[in-house]
């Protein structure tokens, strides 16, 4: 479906630049610039920003699941944490809140992403 094949482009240009970082850091800047600078991004802080959400994903995606998939332990660990802040008066379920059916249906058990035949 092409809701399919989004999800797997997604993952196919994350893939792209875990593995190519100061290249998808020096597009990222380009489109920025390209596009007026308006909030004036500086190459460094992008790649600082860029190589810490790596990390971030790298360090908190268990080994084993697919970048990208919705880890329901982890989403209600952090709804419970922002309800115990006071970001929420009552803490909300999240039940029903995602479907992943289609990161499922696009990656395989080793995580990585099912190209469909020709």
């Known amino acids: 479906t092409a809701a ?13 630049a875990v593995a190519n970082p100061d290249d998808a850091i020096a597009l990222a800047v380009k489109r920025i610039n390209d596009n007026g600078n308006k909030n004036f991004l500086s190459p460094v802080g992008e790649a600082y920003r860029w190589k810490t959400e790596l ?4 360090d908190n995606t268990p080994k084993g699941t697919a970048t990208g998939l919705i880890i329901t332990k982890l989403l209600q660990d952090q709804v419970d944490d922002y309800t115990a802040a006071g970001v929420f008066a009552t803490k909300p379920s999240i039940t029903g809140t995602y479907d992943d059916t289609i990161v499922k249906g696009v990656v395989n058990s080793a995580g990585a992403v099912v190209w469909p035949a020709k």
């Open 4 to 16: 399919q094949d989004f999800v797997r482009a997604a993952l196919k240009a994350y893939a792209d």
């Open 55 to 58: 990390k971030i994903v790298a």
